[in-house]
């Protein structure tokens, strides 16, 4: 019997899985299983040398689908995240996420088809690690422009968080549209569109405010 897994990846203290089921549920998706790790980064460890999800390939069989809010879920490293999710295919999973209900399966044999499949994955994978790379170099630049500034000048305090420029920054990168994620996240439209506009100068404002 075909079962639908959630995988679920939480590496700060903002998101929960909790967070990721609904979402999947309000998708319409009916989930029978949820595995998840817990504080790991998705930029240091590949999905099989994670605790549970080592787990998924040991479950996963012909016939199941393997649920995830966003490729970025399975890792941001882009050899592993497309290594992974070829691997899965191969087996007669169907990968499906919740974000943008993008649906992978190795079923088809057409070589458009295909080559359409493929280049997304590619893609989607390479949007993952290019946003985890952005936003660590947003880190760097704010760490050093909180050096070499005076708290005198700290300006105004921000109205967002650590916590909240990751959301902002990672729903960016999903193609998220400013009004979606304002909503989300609870800044303003000009908050958003300035974090995006600039992720190393607003690191840089929370940095000076740390």
């Not at 016939?63 to 087996?91: A, E, N, P, Q, S």
């Not at 968080?161 to 999903?174: P, R």
């Amino acid at each position: 019997m075909s079962q639908t897994i959630l995988y679920a990846r939480v590496s700060t203290a903002d998101q929960t899985i909790e967070h990721q089921l609904t979402q999947a549920e309000a998708a319409g998706f009916r989930i029978d299983e949820v595995i998840a790790d817990h504080g790991v980064s998705g930029v240091t460890s590949r999905l099989a040398d994670r605790p549970e999800g080592r787990r998924l390939f040991d479950k996963l069989r012909t016939g199941d689908t393997l649920v995830v809010r966003w490729v970025d879920r399975l890792g941001r490293d882009y050899r592993d995240v497309t290594d992974c999710i070829r691997h899965f295919m191969r087996r007669g999973v169907v990968v499906r996420t919740v974000i943008n209900g993008m649906t992978f399966n190795g079923a088809t044999t057409d070589p458009v088809q295909q080559a359409v499949r493929d280049a997304l994955i590619a893609f989607m994978a390479a949007t993952a690690q290019a946003q985890a790379e952005a936003t660590k170099a947003a880190q760097k630049a704010g760490i050093e422009a909180a050096k070499a500034e005076p708290r005198k000048y700290l300006g105004k305090k921000p109205s967002y968080d650590h916590a909240k420029l990751a959301q902002v920054l990672s729903m960016s990168a999903e193609g998220a549209g400013t009004s979606v994620i304002a909503r989300a996240t609870g800044l303003s439209r000009q908050t958003v569109l300035r974090i995006k506009g600039d992720p190393a100068a607003a690191e840089a404002v929370l940095e000076r405010w740390a």
